[in-house]
T-cell receptor, first 113, second 113 residues
Framework: AQSVSQHNHHVILSEAASLELGCNYS??????LFWYVQYPGQHLQLLLK??????LVKGIKGFEAEFIKSKFSFNLRKPSVQWSDTAEYFC???????????FGAGTILRVKS | NAGVTQTPKFQVLKTGQSMTLQCAQD?????MYWYRQDPGMGLRLIYY???????DKGEVPNGYNVSRLNKREFSLRLESAAPSQTSVYFC????????????FGNGTRLTVT
């Protein structure tokens, strides 16, 4: 069964620091990859997605992620975080043409102002 | 356009009681999902419905049943609630299921005492 690993459960950064959140998955076939964000008290929202093509994808609010197939990774990055980026971030993977979206355990990001 | 609507938002049950969580989407999506979210465990898929008339088990189906009433509605039933089912439940839908992201509802916070 496919699984998704997020390396850090809690990350604390100061404003303007750079962010990188790790995500690795176990499935060996073609996959669709997603990052979702959950702001405090809200539901999950899509940050960005990768289906095919350029492995560097850009999402909303200045976030980007790079798909490295050889490393089974899809790390999320942001050059300069803001206090409003405080949230929980989830990586998710779905087999191409599959029905199930499998989530990682999430990373709670706290940005200090 | 309401998107994905879940009711109720909060519920407290006693062990052994039953209840149904309701979910409806107005985006004409084919696929619908029920997830539970627990701290440190991310989102885990309970059941999903790839299309009207079909339902399938996810990662953690025990203790739950579902009904895809029509294309819009997908309900989750707890026949005999247990404290282990205390969680936040999210309904989601997608047009795909293949290359489309999930759209989430606002969640139902369930406490079983």
């Amino acid at each position: 069964a496919q699984s998704v690993s997020q390396h850090n459960h809690h990350v604390i950064l100061s404003e303007a620091a750079s962010l990188e959140l790790g995500c690795n998955y176990s499935y060996g076939g073609t996959v669709n990859l997603f990052w979702y964000v959950q702001y405090p008290g809200q539901h999950l929202q899509l940050l960005l997605k990768y289906f095919s093509g350029d492995p560097l994808v850009k999402g909303i609010k200045g976030f980007e992620a790079e798909f490295i197939k050889s490393k089974f990774s899809f790390n999320l990055r942001k050059p300069s975080v803001q206090w409003s980026d405080t949230a929980e971030y989830f990586c998710a993977v779905r087999r191409e043409y599959g029905n199930k979206l499998v989530f990682g355990a999430g990373t709670i990001l706290r940005v200090k102002s | 356009n309401a998107g994905v609507t879940q009711t109720p938002k909060f519920q407290v049950l006693k062990t052994g009681q039953s209840m149904t969580l309701q979910c409806a989407q107005d985006m004409n999506h084919n696929s619908m999902y029920w997830y539970r979210q627990d701290p440190g465990m991310g989102l885990r898929l309970i059941y999903y419905s790839a299309s009207e008339g079909t339902t399938d088990k996810g990662e953690v189906p025990n203790g739950y049943n579902v009904s895809r009433l029509n294309k819009r509605e997908f309900s989750l039933r707890l026949e005999s609630a247990a404290p282990s089912q205390t969680s936040v439940y999210f309904c989601a839908s997608t047009a795909g299921p293949y290359n489309s992201p999930l759209h989430f509802g606002n969640g139902t916070r369930l406490t079983v005492t």
